[in-house]
């Protein structure tokens, strides 16, 4: 084995120490070998020695200027010095000696930093296209996606879409906004309808077969506002046009099914003007009158009335849903059945559930009462799926964005693991997926949130978690302590939010870790404005209201800062935004105050999570390297310079001392 193929080895199973000493071993007795020079930069790299890598691969590249594999690292080097520009151009000159898949990804992440965002997407899809199963690049693409609109639509791009949304590992919700972007292009929307009737039947017969429309409408909740008016727009068309009509023609049905989930996933968030109000209370009462009357042959035509009727409001809302729940749909196409399904079989499944939900003490606390009774009303978050391929382990978590902290020794054991404050149950099953062998308690005060959460474990073979009803305050009553506790954009709604932080400091294993997310005084700033116009409005938490309000904040009634939070999933649904605009008990912090109520609670910050903010790079070069991105003065230092940063809270991990 020659010393070099015994380097590599050394190197590649991570004995960087060994592969180094036979590197230089070489150079001794050959100074000029190039592939000694540039793996010696690799090392550099590794070592986050980017200067003195570039020096070595460099030198490398001058003796040996047709090596692909040279350039791309000191692309890497000089991307790791905040170079930018230079490293682009290293990285295109590997392309143009090789065209490889690790260069493309290292190259979009680079023009990513740039701000040259479609140009990133770009290459994201070439590497796609060259290898499909890359999973760096369909992650890479995947994070870029999220924020990033294009302005034109791709054909590339809607074939990597709907291979995203066919996957089950993934969160569709991400896919939302760009979609929608692709189809306003694809389609030049927003566009008025109704047209012609003629123009409206080509329209209608493209929107039916599109099936990149048809994912988002059933797999997400849209969160393009003009996208929104489309649909509003399409919804009136729809319902004004066949709700006299014997049927729905078969062309069509896929694309009226499609909205009527929408409409659900929504919770029918969408404005209705008094023709189409006037319309549906029409439609109701003639599927009442069929399913109240004896003739079975009509009943068996009510398909497409329910369909029309299922795109303003839910089976399970209307006055004859119990005669609809015995109503045979064999007949009917499987769009109809799934929404049958889902608008009124699954609600009266949470409903069962929620009747055998254990409790843990009455709820005495006002402010408790006051929140439990609003997400009785309205759960919270109503979610279709988990991402599973994007879900990190703790420890691999960790390791990326605190590398300071060395995990505990539990974290590879079974735990046990308390979500204070579990809304529908997202977070505790993310959990239990992660972590098959422990025990996740999943607290929350609505028993109708927590119904929905135990119909989705089901619905994925969960059975590692255990839903309770329970108020922060009375979880002393819990026996057990706990490794990991999350309190994820609770404890804001709490009258004395320092207080239910400490009966969860309590529940604490030693060493144990500490999820908290809270608002930030800083970027919620134009949300108390909008919730203050509310109070001067007299506008309540219902429907009605919340629909009002929102037409008002899209229309630019308000501070344009409002317009922000129009980009939010939560400004969406009913749900969302009532959480967000119409909360009966909203507390804000500042990161001193967090700093101040760490010292007092016993716990030592970990880190904050950036890992969702969109943090400018020119932020990032400036900070100083020697320090940590997400300690507390480099995120004061981030607010004051951006005050919106934390607009989708502080995320941040501590640990009991």
Partial sequence: MSKLVEAREHHKAGRLGKAEQIYHEILRSQPHHPDALHLLGVIAVQRAQPAHAVDLIEKAIRLNPTEAAYHSNLGEALRAQGQFDAAISAYRQALAIRFDNDTLDNLAQALCAQGLSEQAIDFYLRALNLRPEDTQARRGLLILLRTVRPTGSWAELEQVLSTYYRSADIDHQQLAGITANQLRHKYGLPKRLPLTEADNSTFLDALSSDQLLLALLTKTVNVDYEFERFLTELRRCLLLTYHQAPRIPKAHVALVGALAQQCFNNEYVFNTDAEEARTVEELTDVVCATLNGDDESLQLELESQLLLLECYVSLESLRCAPQLATLNTTRWSPVSQALVERTLIEPSQEREIEKNIESLGEI??????????????????????????????????????????????????????????????????????????????????????????????????????????????????????????????????????????????????????????????????????????????????????????????????????????????????????????????????????????????????????????????????????????????????????????????????????
């Avoid at 098959?436 to 590692?464: F, I, P, Q």
């Avoid at 999570?609 to 932020?619: E, G, N």
Wanted: glycine share 6%; proline share 4%; net charge neutral.
């Fill in 364 to 657: 005495d606390d006002p402010t408790s009462r006051a929140v439990r009774a609003q997400y009785e009303e309205n759960p919270y978050p109503r979610w279709l799926d988990i991402g599973r391929s994007d879900q990190k382990d703790l420890t691999s978590m960790r390791r990326e964005q605190f590398p300071h902290v060395t995990p505990p020794a539990f974290l590879s054991e079974s735990m046990r693991i308390l979500v204070a404050g579990c809304g529908t149950g997202q977070e505790p099953i993310s959990f239990a997926l992660k972590y098959r062998n422990s025990e996740v308690v999943a607290v929350d005060l609505s028993r109708r949130s927590l119904a929905y959460g135990a119909r989705m474990a089901h619905k994925l073979g969960v059975t590692n978690v255990r839903f309770l009803q329970a108020d922060i305050l009375n979880l002393e009553k819990l026996a057990e302590r706990f490794h990991i506790i999350s309190s994820a954009g609770v404890l804001h709604h709490m009258t004395d939010p320092i207080a239910g932080w400490r009966v969860l400091v309590d529940r604490l294993v030693p060493s144990g870790l500490m999820q908290v997310n809270l608002y930030s005084e800083s970027a919620r700033r134009p949300l108390a404005v909008a919730q203050e116009e509310i109070k001067r409005r007299g506008l309540k938490p219902i429907a009605e209201d919340i629909r009002s309000f929102r037409t008002l904040v899209l229309s630019g009634a308000f501070n344009s800062e409002l317009t922000d939070f129009t980009a939010a999933k939560d400004f969406y649904t009913l749900s969302g935004c009532r959480d967000l605009l119409f909360h009966v008990k909203e507390h804000r912090f500042t990161i001193a105050q967090i700093r101040e109520a760490l010292g007092a609670l016993g716990l030592e910050l970990i880190g904050f999570d950036l890992s969702k903010l969109h943090i400018p790079q020119h932020f990032q070069e400036s900070s100083d390297h020697d320090s940590d991105m997400n300690d507390f003065a480099t995120c004061e230092r981030l607010e004051q310079l951006y005050p919106r940063a934390f607009l989708s809270m502080y995320r941040f991990w501590c640990h009991k001392t």
